[in-house]
Nanobody, 122 residues
């Protein structure tokens, strides 16, 4: 499967964006779909993941971001509300079969989309 992330852009603090991750094949072929983000010069950071039955979020985005999936369309979304300047980053979606303890780790995912840039600034 190939993944393509989209939906990034420039938004003011407090605003919202919805990122989309389109898969060329079935997302159900993978145990988890994750979103990560990276600021230049820093390590890639886990944001959220979704499996068939559950989802989880990094503490920094919990309560503001919501991950969802549309299996019929092979799409995964990341709704981002109440955006802060520190949310500025390139966001990546990824697919893989991590075990539970590694679902928030990069090495648990083997297929990556290109990044989509989110800039939160006034």
């Amino acid at each position: 499967v190939q993944l393509q992330a989209s939906g990034g852009g420039l938004v003011q603090p407090g605003g919202s964006l919805r990122l989309s991750c389109a898969a060329s094949g079935s997302t159900l072929d993978y145990r988890a779909i994750g979103w990560f983000r990276q600021v230049p010069g820093k390590k890639r950071e886990w944001v959220s993941y979704i499996t068939r039955g559950l989802s989880n979020y990094a503490h920094s985005v919990k309560g503001r971001f919501t991950i969802s999936r549309d299996n019929a369309k092979n799409m995964v979304y990341l709704q981002m509300n109440s955006l802060k300047p520190e949310d500025t980053a390139a966001y990546y979606c990824a697919a893989g079969n991590p075990i539970m303890s590694t679902m928030d780790q990069e090495y648990g995912y083997r297929v990556w989309g290109q990044g989509t840039l989110v800039t939160v600034s006034s």
